[in-house]
DNA sequence: CGTGCCTAGTTGTCTAGACAACTGGGGTCT
DNA sequence: AGACCCCAGTTGTCTAGACAACTAGGCACG
């Protein structure tokens, strides 16, 4: 705490620099989980910086889930811990990466197709919208791991066939080509029985448990922007998942 | 907008009175996706609030994910379907009472044990601290779901045994008889296959598939309440998820 | 001993402003 | 037509305060 020099020139808010120091702590086991923080008090004196700011840096703090406040107590480190690899709204690609093994994948098809009723659905196009369908086996250290198909509306990326190389990201070439980033994806996963094909592709005998994830991603707008089928090993693949509470936005109503 | 009027003197926050307005409007079609909410400005002075006050109530509607803000632009209503039916931090009960199923268990063992290796390391257990065991079948309208055997520290509830229904949700029970809450959890799902004992349980075909969950839940300060390993079958149960970005706290680091 | 009161410390909410940074449109100059 | 500037509108950040609501501990009183 003492050490920090705030920086009233830069371009970083200063709540930002706030959270980063505390993050540092806290990562560094300066602040043990369960500890007290600085109270807002505490940091807006010490760093001269007004209430409102030292609030927003702890606030940020709590939405990161590292902290929580308590009212009339103060705002304590959380023993959440940090590193645990949680899934998120990832690219197959993005998420071997982040485990540490290099991806590619082998291309099966990419074409221009008119979508099934359940594609048609999941990205609310028109009855004549045609969609690009890319499936490939997705492939981690030389294994496969599963076999994926992927529909984009063709509307709204016309010229994708062309500028996408079938071995890069698709959700990188969505962002960097299309300044379209996907934010969020709702996704509903079943256990089944690999059939032939599968078993085939994945090189595991037919009847081998699978996981079968169907999953549509939305841009910041909620616009949807993908539906994606696959089908993954449930002997190499497993799902890491964090659920939280819902944060209702703030207020809890009281009837105690 | 027009018709809000505040309630100066209600304990509900001026925020709150405001944010459920909009979200009220946005739901009933008032505000259609990707059409701009009102400006801070414009909340700021219709109601009579300070800026900071519209604000905040445009800020929580984005964190609820029905809105988002774009700097010089404004606040828009996303497309985000907001019934969807999300899986959060919830008991076997509660999930199953959310899409409209009666559900109740059958107690197969309730006791306390030494623990093994993998419950005592998750719940960050002394070496000879015990564990009260609650292994249950999950039944939803009559028809057997899955195999569930929870461990929660003997230390923290030391007359659960005594206390507890086995009928009852165990997460209603803690929060209403212990106060504590669980607001997070971390779990990691593996397909399978059943074997004999879980294909007797759940009366399926030895071979079928299944989902395997080991979920760890924790409350609020980050402590480890509850460490689940369950069974489910993969013919009538399915997971939903809502994969989200990681809020990282607010600020982005512009390198554009 | 326990009950109740008071007080210091803390977070929650709210005000009324200020400037910065960015967007998008319109107008002007070249 | 294209490049540039300016301006109004919007969100992001920040200030300096205010009062309310709650917690926990100490203290006096019964």
């Not at 709540?15 to 505390?22: A, M």
């Not at 940020?60 to 107590?73: D, E, H, I, N, P």
């Not at 705002?75 to 645990?84: D, M, N, Q």
């Not at 085939?200 to 909620?222: D, H, I, M, N, Q």
Request: charged share 25%.
């Amino acid at each position: 705490m003492d050490s920090l020099n705030l920086d009233r020139q830069s371009v970083v808010p200063l709540y930002y620099q706030i959270q980063q120091h505390l993050l540092g702590h806290i990562r560094s086991g300066g602040f043990k989980p369960g500890t007290p923080l600085p109270s807002e008090e505490v940091i807006s004196k010490r760093l001269r910086v007004s209430r409102m700011t030292a609030r927003q840096a702890l606030k940020s703090l709590c939405s990161l889930g590292v902290a929580y406040s308590q009212r009339g107590k103060g705002t304590f480190v959380s023993a959440v811990k940090l590193e645990k690899n949680i899934r998120q709204v990832l690219s197959f690609s993005e998420e071997m990466e982040a485990c540490g093994s290099r991806p590619h994948s082998e291309l099966i098809a990419l074409e221009a197709v008119l979508p099934g009723e359940d594609v048609a659905d999941a990205l609310c196009l028109q009855p004549a919208d045609k969609v690009i369908r890319l499936r490939r086996v997705r492939i981690a250290d030389s294994l496969p791991m599963g076999v994926e198909c992927s529909c984009v509306p063709l509307r709204l990326f016309p010229d994708l066939l062309e500028k996408f190389d079938p071995r890069a990201s698709l959700y990188r070439t969505l962002s960097e080509v299309y300044s379209v980033h996907i934010v969020h994806a709702d996704e509903v996963v079943e256990a089944g029985l690999a059939n032939s094909e599968e078993a085939r592709l994945l090189r595991v005998a037919k009847g081998s448990p699978v996981f079968l994830f169907t999953r549509t991603a939305y841009a910041e707008s909620g616009q949807a922007i993908e539906y994606v089928k696959s089908t993954f090993r449930g002997d190499r693949y497993k799902i890491k998942n964090r659920l939280g509470r819902q944060s209702n936005g703030g207020w809890v109503g009281g009837s105690a």
